[in-house]
């Protein structure tokens, strides 16, 4: 997607480690009109894949994620960081390890809200290692639902969950496909 690749070089910053800043539209401070986008072109892609529901973490996949579902007219589901205490024990839940912030969250999502009759869009905001997506397939799993694809926002290839996605069998849709950072610059997949 040209406008989101064209606002990644425009205000991302590439940090030691391979860690791709953009929170200045998608995980600080959100950009509406670009999440609105997104979500046209995911719901563009997957608009005949029968979903009835779309699947993220928060709080980064809940921008991208309500609009995309928004626009499919079908409900958003976040999976959360930690268990509130009005959520009740029948719950779904998956370990979900963070690189960069260097911790293991357990995500949890209510039964109530995912069951066998679900078609999932699973979308996140970052696919690097995959770590966010393996919790969401598991909980998708837990929940006997089936799984139309893999919405990405931005995909760092070069990090081994975007093969992961595949080799499992997922359809995987990313909007930004990152090759490589070298010389601190983002380079794009099929760039020269």
């Avoid at 860690?19 to 950009?31: A, T």
């Avoid at 079908?74 to 960069?100: C, E, G, H, I, Q």
């Avoid at 999502?109 to 970052?126: A, N, P, S, W, Y």
């Avoid at 969950?161 to 849709?173: C, I, M, P, T």
Wanted: overall charge neutral.
């Amino acid at each position: 997607m040209k406008l989101l690749e064209d606002r990644i070089r425009k205000d991302g910053e590439v940090l030691p480690g391979d860690v791709l800043k953009i929170n200045s539209f998608l995980n600080h401070q959100v950009d509406p009109q670009l999440m609105m986008e997104v979500g046209e072109e995911f719901t563009r892609r997957f608009k005949d894949a029968g979903i009835t529901k779309v699947l993220t973490c928060e709080a980064s996949g809940i921008a991208p994620g309500v609009m995309t579902a928004y626009q499919l007219h079908v409900p958003m589901v976040f999976a959360r960081k930690k268990k509130p205490s009005t959520l009740n024990d029948a719950v779904y839940w998956a370990n979900v390890f963070s690189y960069t912030k260097k911790v293991t969250n357990k995500i949890c999502v209510e039964e109530k809200f995912l069951g066998v009759d679900d078609t999932l869009l699973i979308l996140d905001d970052f696919l690097a290692h995959g770590e966010a997506v393996k919790g969401m397939v598991n909980i998708a799993n837990q929940a006997h639902a089936k799984i139309a694809g893999v919405a990405v926002v931005v995909a760092k290839t070069f990090q081994g969950g975007s093969s992961w996605v595949k080799d499992h069998g997922y359809r995987l849709e990313s909007l930004a496909n990152i090759d490589s950072f070298k010389n601190g610059q983002v380079h794009f997949l099929g760039e020269e």
